[in-house]
């Protein structure tokens, strides 16, 4: 009777742990979209320098707190994390845009193991 238990339990843990995963997969893959957002208003001159400057901290904070909430440090989506943090503020928005369709890629497949 405890080994059918214990089989659960271990799913349920597993499941559990994937779902943390996706979920800051998820928070970063929203970092860098946002960020990637701001500076393709901030090149265009729709944006204050404060709200640019701001949005910006914001996204790298975020970045930074997902990064270190992952698992696995080799994996794809610290790689992607590091990559991320290794940009300077004002990097291209089309270059923020690539990690974050990365990161998508990456959750698609937790999502769907």
């Keep these: 009777m405890q080994r059918p238990f214990l089989i659960a339990l271990c799913l349920l843990t597993a499941c559990s742990r994937q779902t943390e995963q996706v979920i800051t997969i998820k928070q970063l893959r929203s970092a860098a979209a946002e960020w990637a957002f701001v500076n393709h208003e901030a090149a265009r001159k729709h944006l204050t320098a404060a709200y640019v ?9 975020q970045i930074d707190k997902a990064a270190a909430s992952l ?4 994996s794809d989506a610290a790689r992607q994390a590091a990559a991320l943090q290794a940009l300077p503020p004002d990097a291209p928005s089309d270059l923020l845009s690539q990690h974050a369709a990365a ?8 999502e769907s193991a």
Aim: proline letters at 5%; a positive charge.
């Design 53 to 61: 400057d701001g949005m910006r901290k914001a996204a790298r904070k």
């Design 103 to 110: 990161l998508k890629t990456i959750e698609d497949h937790l």
């Design 71 to 74: 698992r696995d440090p080799r």
